[in-house]
């Protein structure tokens, strides 16, 4: 079965603080996909990156970096110099050959001005 | 916009009412997926309707039921609603056959259908 397991319930950080979200995934397929949404206070689920099961290059876009490790399973985000609007509940979720979407338990991030 | 198009937004009833959610997906998009969100269970998949026929089912309650029409809109129905079906109701949308088969499809979802049971 897949799982998606978040860790952090709760993270609370200061503006221009660097925050790393944790996401470990567990699956016996060897080809899968990885992604991570992001749920603004609006409500709205908002996509933010998907990657394949092969390509373990880690992928930066402007302050968001997504780090891709199969050796540990693990799939983390970080934000670097967080700012007020990030504040949101970040999901990690999974998905493989004919499978649905599965969703970790999901990440509140308060950024503090 | 993400193009998906959910009504009602909000929605109060009672106990042992029925509801209908609707779901339009964007543009071109075959698939439609149906998510509960709840405080305890997180974000849940319900079902996955391909150009009209159902493709998996997931947690989805037999109070519940779902269809997509040959214009692609999908119906989630909810019957003899408890007080633990109030949540958000997501529906989703995604496109390429190829890519629904080997889980590449990004989901776009909708704004949600905010539902209370009181």
């Known amino acids: 079965a897949q799982k998606v397991t978040q860790a952090q319930t709760e993270i609370s950080v200061v503006e221009k603080e660097d925050v790393t979200l944790d996401c470990v995934y567990e699956t016996r397929d060897t080809t899968y996909y990885l992604f991570w949404y992001k749920q603004p206070p609006s409500g709205e689920l908002v996509f933010l990156i998907r990657r394949n099961s092969f390509d373990e290059q880690n992928e930066i876009s402007g302050r968001y970096s997504w780090n891709f490790q199969k050796s540990t399973s693990s799939f983390n985000f970080t934000i670097t110099a967080s700012q007020v609007v990030d504040s949101a509940v970040y999901f990690c979720a999974l998905r493989s050959l004919n499978t649905p979407l599965v969703f970790g338990k999901g990440t509140r991030l308060s950024v503090i001005a | 916009d993400s193009g998906v198009t959910q009504t009602p937004k909000h929605l109060i009833t009672a106990t042992g009412q029925r509801v209908t959610l609707r779901c339009s997906p964007r543009s071109g998009d075959l698939s439609v997926y149906w998510y509960q969100q709840s405080l305890d269970q997180g974000l849940q998949f319900l079902i996955h309707?391909?150009?009209?026929?159902?493709?998996a089912k997931g947690n989805i309650l037999e109070r519940f039921s779902a269809q997509q029409f040959p214009d692609l809109h999908s119906e989630l129905n909810l019957s003899s609603l408890e007080l633990g079906d109030s949540a958000l109701y997501f529906c989703?949308?995604?496109?390429?056959?190829?890519?629904?088969?080997?889980?590449?499809?990004?989901?776009?979802f909708g704004a949600g259908s905010r539902l209370t049971v009181l």
């Open positions: 309707y391909y150009n009209g026929e159902e493709r």
């Open positions: 989703a949308s995604s496109g390429s056959r190829d890519r629904e088969v080997s889980g590449a499809n990004v989901l776009t």
